[in-house]
């Protein structure tokens, strides 16, 4: 038997303003579809962030739905749990719920285990660090029904979108020591770098698939992307990492007084490549013709779809770096505001659900907003 592990897909993140970008977000979750559909896997698990917003374009719900029509066509069903990007802090059904209501998909970001060809699967949806308290009793009960209800079952797989502190200090959700011991392979969302590592308490492996494509929060840089396709046939549950065909992507570093070979060098590179790259040049030096970079820069303009750069000056009392050119005023707002808050989370609910409201006059639903988010807060504060 054998399923594929998708996760972090971003359905509708548009990078840029750039149509293409927005279109290489699809190509690469058709990819996994397709290659899924090609291989014959017995079902598909997304684990979280299938869409960048809770209130997707109305192309990425088509996108998604189309995928799952493909899957249903050659009848490969498919299950999904929720990820931060899915759920929004005002009172409302999560997109992909339509799914499940269709039929298309099934939703089991409950915590309530199924039956599934003899497999077992349960999920749970994203919690913030100071839920994830709540998830104890769910954990608790989901190991005694792998021991008791579902005890000859041989393959039991659970799905979260969460951090584990062993994957990513900084992503620290939860411990390996905290999730169910029983479960033969634990399906991740939310990291957004492949990984996979076993742990003696647990009776199979950990992993992360990695995003589909690269999201605005991971910057520039080549890196492979894709997801997994897990054999438990046998024993043991065996994933087999798919790389997806994606637009290159690369950072280059240079001294300004190298600048014009650098950029030779980058024009050889990236010269043969069927889809055009996007680039970040960063330049370390001082006392920067910035007439002179942008000349260098624009020899790159028609080999690449997008070409960033960046002038660090590193400061000997601080080791501050400045930028004389910021990314697009969206991202560079987007990083201003993690920093300021010190949480990706908040600065998505800042920027990527507050201000929209705000910036359309629609102060009765950014009021709405800021209240559940009080409401959840007082919640938390009183246990």
């Given amino acids: 038997m054998l399923f594929s592990h998708i996760a972090d897909t971003h359905l509708g993140l548009v990078q840029y303003g750039s149509n293409e970008r ?25 684990a979280g962030d299938i869409f960048h917003e809770p209130n997707p374009s109305g192309r990425a719900i088509i996108q998604m739905a189309n995928g799952l029509k493909k899957l249903k066509k050659n009848k490969i069903d498919s299950f999904f749990v929720l990820g931060e990007h899915d759920q929004s ?13 269709l039929d298309f998909s099934k939703y089991i970001g409950d915590g309530k285990p199924i039956l599934y060809k003899g497999v077992m699967l349960a999920g749970l949806d994203k919690r913030r660090k100071s839920e994830i ?4 009793k769910i954990f608790l009960n989901l190991d005694q029904s792998a021991e008791n209800e579902f005890k000859e079952t041989k393959h039991k797989i659970l799905v979260l979108h969460q951090g584990i502190a062993e994957f990513h200090k900084y992503a620290d959700d ?3 020591t905290d999730l169910p011991k029983n479960f033969t392979y634990y399906a991740m969302g939310h990291l957004h770098d492949k990984d996979i590592k076993e742990f003696n308490h647990l009776k199979g492996p950990i992993a992360y698939p990695g995003s589909t494509e690269l999201t605005t929060s ?20 065996i994933p087999k990492w798919i790389e997806l065909d994606r637009r290159p992507q690369f950072s280059f570093d240079t001294d300004y007084n ?13 010269s043969g490549l069927t889809k055009k790259p996007i680039i970040q040049v960063k330049i370390q030096g001082k006392d920067v013709d910035a007439d002179h970079v942008q000349a260098q820069i624009g020899r790159l303009n028609l080999l690449a779809l997008e070409c960033k750069w960046k002038v660090i000056t590193k400061q000997t009392s601080d080791s501050s770096v400045f930028l004389d050119r910021p990314n697009e005023i969206e991202d560079e707002i987007f990083r201003l505001s993690e920093n300021a808050l010190g949480s990706e989370q908040d600065a998505n609910f800042a920027i990527k659900q507050l201000l929209p409201a705000l910036s359309t006059d629609a102060t009765d639903q950014a009021l709405e907003i800021i209240l559940e988010d009080y409401k959840k807060f007082k919640e938390e504060e009183t246990k």
Avoid: C, M, W
């Fill in 174 to 176: 939860a411990q390996s």
């Fill in 89 to 101: 802090r005002i009172r409302g059904t999560p997109v992909p719920y339509i799914y499940h209501n």
């Fill in 133 to 136: 308290s709540e998830y104890e």
């Fill in 22 to 46: 927005e279109e290489d977000v699809y190509d690469v979750f058709n990819q996994a579809i397709d290659i899924s559909i090609k291989d014959k896997v017995d079902f598909v698990i997304f």
């Fill in 218 to 237: 991971e910057g520039i840089k080549d890196v492979k992307k894709g997801f997994f396709e897990v054999d438990i046939s046998g024993d043991e549950a």
């Fill in 258 to 270: 190298e600048l014009t070979k650098t950029i030779d060098e980058i024009i050889e590179k990236i």
